[in-house]
């Protein structure tokens, strides 16, 4: 494989995984949940 493949693949999984982390951790600092 390519390295900018695996490059672009990576910071794809990084923000589907970080999204709803991220979220998760405002609202449950902002006391939504």
């Known amino acids: 494989m390519n390295f900018e493949i695996?490059?672009?693949?990576t910071s794809l999984l990084?923000?589907?995984?970080?999204?709803?982390?991220v979220i998760l951790l405002i609202s449950t600092r902002n006391g939504n949940l």
């Open 6 to 9: 695996i490059l672009q693949l």
């Open 14 to 21: 990084f923000i589907v995984v970080a999204g709803p982390i």
